[in-house]
Nanobody, 119 residues
């Protein structure tokens, strides 16, 4: 069974940086698109950044220019480099991946990691 394991969340001051990681583990699978979603208290979950298997990227307007999504295909891992963090970036960040196992394509979610931006 495939699992998405996230790391890198925590508490940071405004203007600071964090780097999130999400690794897909298991066997006999391949990864298509991967993405980072986030959900702040009282708000709906939103797409923050997406990266395709061809490394094309898409960002929410609120993070564009500050966040960078990247992937290491050999490690089945994606990263989210977050710079110039603002209090409004505070949210639970979730990794999402489209995984192919044999003939089946399934969407997987990570457990979520808390990012808090506060002075």
């Amino acid at each position: 069974q495939v699992q998405l394991v996230e790391s890198g969340g925590g508490l940071v001051q405004p203007g600071g940086s964090l780097r999130l990681s999400c690794a897909a583990s298991g066997s006999m699978f391949s990864v298509n698109a991967m993405a980072w979603y986030r959900q702040a208290p009282g708000k709906e979950r939103e797409l923050a950044a997406l990266i395709t298997s061809a490394a094309r990227t898409n960002y929410a307007g609120s993070v564009k220019g500050r966040f960078t999504i990247s992937r290491d295909n050999a490690k089945n891992t994606i990263y989210l480099q977050m710079n110039s963090l603002k209090p409004e970036d505070t949210a639970v960040y979730y990794c999402n991946a489209e995984i192919r196992i044999a003939s089946s394509l399934t969407e997987y979610w990570g457990q979520g990691t808390q990012v808090t931006v506060s002075s």
